[in-house]
T-cell receptor, first 112, second 115 residues
Framework: KQEVTQIPAALSVPEGENLVLNCSFTDSAIYNLQWFRQDPGKGLTSLLL?????REQTSGRLNASLDKSSGRSTLYIAASQPGDSATYLC???????????FGKGTRLSVIA | GAVVSQHPSRVICKSGTSVKIECRSLDFQATTMFWYRQFPKQSLMLMAT?????????EQGVEKDKFLINHASLTLSTLTVTSAHPEDSSFYIC???????????FGPGTRLTVL
């Protein structure tokens, strides 16, 4: 059964810093992996979706990588801003018919 | 991306009552829907998976008689929390996938508070 782990659980950085959030998964035969953002008391905002055949995806200041062999994904945020403060969730699917399994998230605070 | 709505966004009820949450796919046909639950500062935990016209498949530890799921059409799934108790207070999020199931799309969530 797929398990997803995110490290660190919380992170506080000064504005402007580049940062990396880590995600690891146990079943390397994943179908795809997705990064979400969740603001307090709100739903999920999809950030990036990486298919198993891809190594990375980029959107603006965000870049997500996928290394199936090591069971890892990273979310890179460039030039962080206070508006990036939120919880970032990593989720992985093991096959085409199974749902996303979520990690516990990394709570990011960007200090102005 | 595709749009999924949930109603209500927030509900407060008394202990012992039943609450129904609706999940709708607005611009696509959702052959599969998922219900997740999120406790404060915890991650999303899958409760059940439902395919249109079929009975839902519940995850281990989720009481099917307490959390009734109906997926009667390709655009609507409902979750009914029966005889709600304070420990059922949580954030419930639905997710939908179309035929081919390439991506799951998430609703905005429903905050349930049971007094």
């Amino acid at each position: 059964k797929q398990e997803v782990t995110q490290i660190p659980a919380a992170l506080s950085v000064p504005e402007g810093e580049n940062l990396v959030l880590n995600c690891s998964f146990t079943d390397s035969a994943i179908y795809n992996l997705q990064w979400f953002r969740q603001d307090p008391g709100k739903g999920l905002t999809s950030l990036l979706l990486i298919q198993s055949s891809q190594r990375e995806q980029t959107s603006g200041r965000l870049n997500a990588s996928l290394d199936k062999s090591s069971g890892r994904s990273t979310l890179y945020i460039a030039a962080s801003q206070p508006g990036d403060s939120a919880t970032y969730l990593c989720a992985a699917r093991s096959s085409g018919n199974t749902p996303l399994v979520f990690g516990k998230g990394t709570r990011l605070s960007v200090i102005a | 991306g595709a749009v999924v709505s949930q109603h209500p966004s927030r509900v407060i009820c008394k202990s012992g009552t039943s609450v129904k949450i609706e999940c709708r796919s607005l611009d696509f046909q959702a052959t599969t829907m998922f219900w997740y639950r999120q406790f404060p500062k915890q991650s999303l935990m899958l409760m059940a998976t439902s395919n249109e016209g079929s009975k839902a498949t519940y995850e281990q530890g989720v009481e099917k008689d307490k959390f009734l799921i109906n997926h009667a059409s390709l655009t609507l799934s409902t979750l009914t929390v029966t005889s709600a108790h304070p420990e059922d207070s949580s954030f419930y999020i639905c997710s939908a996938a179309g035929q081919g199931f390439d991506e799951q799309f998430f609703g905005p969530g429903t905050r349930l508070t049971v007094l």
